[in-house]
């Protein structure tokens, strides 16, 4: 991503709405977007954020070459005063951004942007693309591997995947969120992460016979003998042929340190356990055994509670399509304008008849609310930048819609986090992001914060997202404001 011009992956109307700023140079006022989202997908307790690092690059390289001008101009809707504007167009505003691997919730901005609003509105298109598909990919992930309880997970989705990019950057949100590696080989290359696999069927079907092509395959990889075992019959060819080669091996004194089958097709409990059964009587209880074919973690989970003897699952389409969700649904919206007078952020407010859909204004920042005691998060409080806090004093959390639900918390019962952190200032970044497994690691502190009625996978437990009672009270006034009464029959 930060060898291409990603510049006009935008939407036509932030373009036409850029010129518009640009023909009226009053209008151009340096503004507050935010990027949130308002559910949490597939059900789940709370997202996952990633796609940071690409939200980088893709502003470092934001430039328009003369192509681009060119192109613009043939539309035909665009001044020569303004493409030539755009010839010398570099972001020069501030970002904050939730760091990757968060686990986050719905209404807060997991990333705000700080900028004149032609440059504000040019990135909201390319921002949403990155960080909804990527949350959406880790968020996913995280299902697939809280089913898994403990067993590897492999990430093998690139050839069912939406294009190149959607499996590229899917399977780096995949190893973010705790897969232990990836079939994709430019991902690992681009990432430095692990890359996984066995082999196909065409393998064994290129041979003469099953066993004649598993024992060049473990002749070839003796460290890393998966052996695919379903291409002619699982349990009378399969499975002992797999269990010939493993035993030349140790006669031949060749260590079996990763070895093991691959399970593709049929009842993958039922075999799984026949499976077990003749490696344990054949002296290899420690094997392998792997498992592919459409999984996900409903399947997964059901395959566990049938006491299926897997421990280790590919899982590709279900996962780098997000199939049974395929959008994050994240949004960008205007949250104040800057007076330029008293440099001042004015709060901006949109309303809809759909509550969740009522923004919130104003400039604001992230706490993080940790119980001093258990570690674990008590709640998340969206609240005004020059808001402070004190953890030794009471502090009171509501519900911002039924305010009646109420919580205090005592002095020193709780620890507060800021969640944003700066990412870019006047233009230059500030931020340095991590590696993908370092993040990784990061994600897997983050998930042990919460609640285990959090984490589970059905009718999950929801961390509260509270207002501070400033921000509750602009919220309010601007409501008051702009709803006007509505005549009567």
Known sequence: MSQRNLTLLTDFYELT???????????????????????????????????????????ENLHFDQEDVDYLRSTGMFQEDF?????????????????????????????????????????ETALLNIINHQSLIATKTYRVVYAAQGDGVMEFGLRRAQGPDAGIYGARAA???????TSNVLAGKMFNVPVKGTHAHSWIMSFPDELTAFRTYAKMYPSACILLVDTYDTLNSGIPNAIQVFKEMREAGIPLTFYGIRLDSGDLAYLSKKAKKMLDEAGFSDAVISAS???DEELINSLKLQGAAINSWGVGTNLITAKDCPSFGGVYKLAAIQDKETGRFIPKIKLSENVEKITNPGDKAIQRIYSRETGKILADLIC???????E??????FDPVQTWKKTLLAPGSYTMRQLLIPVF?????????????EIQKYCNQELSTLWEESLRLVNPHKVHVDLSN????????????????????
């Open 384 to 390: 005004l930048t020059d808001e402070t806090f004190d």
């Open 17 to 59: 709405m850029m010129q518009g700023y640009f023909k009226q140079a009053d209008a151009n006022e340096t503004v507050i977007f935010d990027m949130f989202y308002r559910n949490n997908p597939f059900g789940n307790g709370f997202a996952i954020c990633a796609g940071l690092e690409q939200v980088i690059e893709y502003i």
């Open 470 to 489: 400033e921000l509750w009270h602009i919220k309010n006034q601007l409501l008051d404001t702009y709803h006007y009464p509505k005549e009567g029959n």
């Open 175 to 181: 190893m973010i969120a705790g897969c232990i590696g």
């Open 425 to 437: 200032q006047k233009g230059k970044c500030v931020y340095h992001s991590p590696e993908v497994m």
């Open 83 to 123: 493409l030539d504007y755009l010839l010398h167009f570099k972001f020069s505003g501030d970002i904050y951004a939730i760091p990757e691997g968060t686990v986050v919730f719905p209404r807060e901005p997991l990333i705000k942007v700080v900028a004149p609003i032609m440059e504000a509105q040019l990135i």
């Open 392 to 397: 030794n004093n009471s502090l009171l959390l």
């Open 293 to 295: 074919n459409d999984l």
